[in-house]
Each structure stands twice: as structure tokens, then as C-alpha cells.
């Protein structure tokens, strides 16, 4: 009997912790969600700051301001896992993987400690822009913070966040690959505003990449652009054209939205039976 009473204790613990951190109505659920999106922006505002020349006294400051958030992450991160349903997929799941990827750099520095001055070089400068896909976690679904949003604006704020995410994230690898070599590309800054005029096609030729890893970053990001946005834009399209359309299954073909008229499968010519009033 006594071995029962640990696992039950066990149980409930993590039963609280995968409700909070799941929840968006509660009060410690809304100011749990708002305090994790001000860390996310705060975490990313600290890789762009760094890549001003600030003074010297201010680099430790910042350091340990990167190093605070990044705890509280990983403490989230192992909140997650142990309070899952299921521990493995949870761990596989593609928002946790991003979470422990955006921590990883800072978290692995913390571990095998190395000078203030190679945190912003080779891997570990490119592995840090990564914690811009944290924010695909506040889109996971249509409930979060104060209330619950419809499926289209849902969608809309997922492109949103998708542009945002893309050029983010470009800029900062073109950041990674350029700095150092490249005289027209001192800051953040600087590869965003290539980054933008590169994207919308407008190209004004005064920044260009000068390293192979840059032309590649420069590819990789026009490809994405041109594969994920017109996908995320077309989900929207489709919501709102089919805004006229009935919830109505064929039960031949399964085909689903019908005209509200429609007495017949446009698919199939099956008949179909659907509620219609003759008046309007």
C-alpha cells in the first residue's frame, strides 16, 4: 500500500504542472504565459543588443541577464518533460526541441565555460539565433492569454509571426556568416536591413555577402520565403473563401463545404441533405 501513495503524489504533481503550463485562463496560467513571451523577447533582444558595440562594463551585465532567462527556460523545459502525459513524446515533440535548442548555446557555455568575447562566434553565434522559433509556441493553439482567438486570425498571426521569424532569423545567420569579414555588415541592424531589401526583391546592391556561408544564407532565406509564406498566406485565403460555405459531408465521397444551396455532391453527384430555408 505504501508504494501506492508516492505514485499517486507523483501523479498529481504532474497533473498541476502540465495544467498550468498548458492552461490560459487561470490567473497564474495568463501571467505564466505573458512571463514566458517577455522572456522570449527579452532573450532576443539580448542576442541583437550584443551585436551593438556596447561598453565593456555592460557585456558582463548582459551575460548574466542571458544566462538568468536561459535557467528559467531550462527549468520550463524540464517542467515540460516531467509533467507530460507521455515523456518521449513530449521530448520528440517539435516545440520542446526548439525550446532545448534556443537554451542549448548558453546552457553549454554554462558547462564548459569560455571567454565573454567567442559567445558570439562559429557555432554557438549561429546555434543562438535559433530562440526566434520560441515564439511558435504561443501559436499552438487558439486559446492563450486572455481568451481564445478564431482559426483565421489565428492563422493570420501565424504568417505574421512566420515573417517575422523568417527575416529574424535570416539576419541573424547572415549576422554570423558576414561579421568580420564583411564592411557593410557591423551589426544586427545592418543584416536586417539586407536581409528585408534582399526578401521584398528590391535589392539596392549596397550590402552584399562576400562569404560563401553568406550567398548560402542568402539562397537558403529567398527559397523560404518564396516556400513557407505563400503556404501560411494560402491557408488564409482558403479560410476566407470558404466562409460562405456549409459544414456539410457527402456520404459518398466524404467531400466536406458545400454551397449552401447545393443539394448534390459538386464531387460526386451524390445527393446530399442540408437544412435550407426557403425564404432567404
Known amino acids: 500500500m505504501r508504494s501506492d501513495v508516492p505514485a499517486s503524489d507523483d501523479q498529481a504533481v504532474r497533473q498541476l504542472i502540465r495544467f498550468y ?3 490560459h485562463e487561470t ?3 495568463k501571467a505564466i504565459d505573458v512571463g514566458l513571451l517577455g522572456l522570449n523577447l527579452l532573450f532576443v533582444a539580448v542576442f541583437i543588443v550584443e551585436t551593438y558595440p556596447v561598453g565593456a562594463r555592460f557585456r558582463p551585465l548582459l551575460w548574466s541577464l542571458e544566462v538568468g532567462i536561459a535557467l528559467v527556460f531550462a527549468v520550463e523545459y524540464v517542467l515540460r518533460i516531467y509533467g507530460a502525459e507521455s515523456r518521449v513524446a513530449e521530448f520528440f515533440d517539435g516545440y520542446t526541441m526548439v525550446d532545448l535548442l534556443a537554451i542549448l548555446p ?10 565573454l568575447g567567442a559567445l558570439n562566434i562559429g557555432f554557438l553565434r549561429v546555434v543562438r539565433v535559433i530562440r526566434v522559433l520560441r515564439f511558435y509556441r504561443f501559436t499552438r493553439d487558439a486559446e492563450f492569454f486572455f481568451g481564445t482567438v478564431s482559426d483565421n486570425t489565428l492563422r ?3 504568417l505574421l509571426l512566420t ?8 539576419a541573424g545567420l547572415f549576422y554570423s556568416a ?4 564583411n564592411p557593410g555588415v557591423e551589426t544586427f ?7 528585408v531589401v534582399t526578401l521584398s526583391t528590391v535589392g539596392f546592391g549596397d550590402v552584399v555577402p562576400v562569404t560563401r556561408v553568406g550567398r548560402w544564407v542568402t539562397v537558403g532565406s529567398i527559397l523560404a520565403a518564396i516556400i513557407v509564406i505563400p503556404r501560411q498566406a494560402s491557408k488564409i485565403l482558403k479560410e476566407w473563401t470558404s466562409r460562405e460555405k456549409v459544414n456539410v459531408r457527402c456520404p459518398n465521397c466524404g467531400l466536406a463545404y458545400h454551397d449552401p444551396d447545393a443539394s448534390h455532391c459538386k464531387a460526386c453527384g451524390h445527393v446530399i441533405y442540408q437544412e435550407a430555408d426557403s425564404r432567404e
Open 21 to 23: 503550463l498548458l492552461d
Open 27 to 29: 490567473a497564474p496560467g
Open 106 to 115: 548558453t546552457l553549454a557555455v554554462l558547462l564548459f565555460p569560455v571567454s
Open 156 to 158: 493570420a498571426i501565424k
Open 163 to 170: 515573417i517575422l521569424v523568417l527575416l529574424l532569423a535570416s
Open 178 to 181: 558576414e561579421s568580420g569579414a
Open 189 to 195: 541592424g545592418d543584416a536586417f536591413y539586407y536581409t
